[in-house]
């Protein structure tokens, strides 16, 4: 067992990086975030994100490749984390790499220090909706933005992380998973996922000042 009861990985078999520890509890579908380092000449720690589900078929693997090429090319849109690496482990199961943001999300925040003040709640609004925008602009849309899912970066600022991806979002059987919201890229779509681009949503904001609208109360 790891820290907080949780089952160590002994299966981690990410090429070029070495595990570290667990940053979370499995989901129900095997997803797990784990903390590792980045290996070779500019060592780094990185948070990997190790899906479940392994992508069997050519489609699903080509798909999953593409919707990684667009976040990737997202590199340069500030207020947006960027996309380090991503791929298929010894299992053949997909990751993907991120920057390990070590003060964690504004979830984090709102349970360990409270409510923003209406100042710091406009400033963090103004800095997402401009990266809304411009990732919007590429045809790529979030749909799953809450305080969980901006991280608050090593300059203090707030990054949009966690986009779904539509190739982890299918069950086996080919029928949609609900269990979150996924990022649509157009090269990605499906017959049974063209819905309308989620738009920017006063929620997140709103949590932020008065708490978190799942019951939870901050101090």
């Excluded at 986009?163 to 990605?188: I, K, N, Q």
Aim: charged share 20%; proline share 10%; glycine share 8%.
């Amino acid at each position: 067992m790891g820290i907080l009861g949780i089952v160590v990985p002994v299966d981690f078999s990410v090429p070029g990086y070495a595990y570290r520890r667990p940053l979370n509890e499995p989901s129900r579908t095997g997803d797990r975030l784990l903390l590792a380092r980045r290996l070779g000449d500019a060592p780094l720690d990185v948070v990997v994100r190790q899906y479940g589900r392994s992508l069997s078929t050519p489609r699903e693997r080509q798909r999953f490749e593409h919707e990684v090429a667009g976040l990737k090319a997202l590199a340069d849109v500030p207020h947006v984390l960027p996309l380090l690496d991503a791929g298929f482990d010894g299992a053949d199961r997909p990751y993907v790499v991120t920057e390990f943001c070590v003060t964690g999300s504004l979830q984090d925040h709102l349970l360990a220090v409270g409510r923003l003040t209406p100042t710091e709640v406009r400033r963090v609004g103004v800095k997402l909706a401009g990266a809304l925008v411009d990732v919007h602009r590429r045809e790529i849309f979030h749909r799953n933005l809450s305080p969980s899912t901006v991280l608050i970066d090593g300059a203090g600022e707030p990054s949009l992380t966690d986009f779904g991806l539509v190739a982890l979002s299918l069950s086996v059987d080919g029928f949609y998973e609900l269990e979150r919201r996924p990022f649509v890229a157009p090269e990605a779509y499906l017959p049974e996922l063209m819905t309308a681009p989620a738009v920017y949503s006063p929620i997140p904001l709103n949590d932020l000042s008065v708490g978190p609208s799942d019951g939870s109360s901050p101090p």
